[in-house]
């Protein structure tokens, strides 16, 4: 996937991946963008957040705990240029505020999920009517469409990162 958004970037994209741990919270992914800024690896700028499956969930809490606290939302504009959720089942629960907070906060959220989950439609139907997200179906593709289908995977990420 990071070398098809590579390709497709050439000079206008800068790709980097991080691995969290699926128990990693806000302070994990915190701590990897600013060691990333202070090796010179990343300008400084917000970040887009690709989250398949459970690894969504500490963005989950981030919107949670930033419902509560006005820090938090502010680690949120700090950190996070867009969301790209992949069957985060753990949004379902959140209320709808607290997923409108995320535009509010200036994130884009993008649901994408693969025509064969079920699941991940269900995750992707619920952000757009309760998040104002945008919505891409990746036909061809179970629940981990940008393993299953890369190339186009990382065409509609990279369309919907120069739409913002």
């Known amino acids: 996937v990071q070398d098809r958004l590579c390709r497709l970037g050439g000079e206008r994209a800068s790709v980097t991946a991080i691995d969290l741990s699926i128990t990693s919270n806000d302070q994990g992914l915190k701590n ?10 990343l300008s400084g700028n ?3 957040i690709v989250t398949p499956s459970v690894s969504g969930n500490f963005i989950v809490e981030m919107i949670a705990a930033a419902a509560l606290s006005p820090p938090m ?4 504009k700090i950190h996070v240029k867009n969301w790209v959720v992949i069957g985060t089942r753990s949004v379902m629960p959140l209320p ?6 995320l535009s509010d906060l200036g994130v884009g959220t993008l649901a994408m999920y693969g025509s064969y989950d079920k699941a991940g439609k269900a995750v992707h139907d619920a952000l757009i009517e309760r998040a104002s997200a945008e919505g891409v179906e990746i036909k061809g593709a179970g629940s981990s469409p940008h393993l299953d289908k890369p190339k186009t995977f990382a065409k509609k990420l990279f369309t919907y990162e120069l739409s913002r």
């Not at 709808?96 to 907070?101: F, Y």
């Open 46 to 48: 917000p970040i887009t």
């Open 96 to 101: 709808t505020a607290e997923l409108k907070m």
């Open 32 to 41: 990897a963008h600013l060691a990333l800024i202070n090796g010179k690896v």
């Open 73 to 76: 939302a502010d680690a949120i």
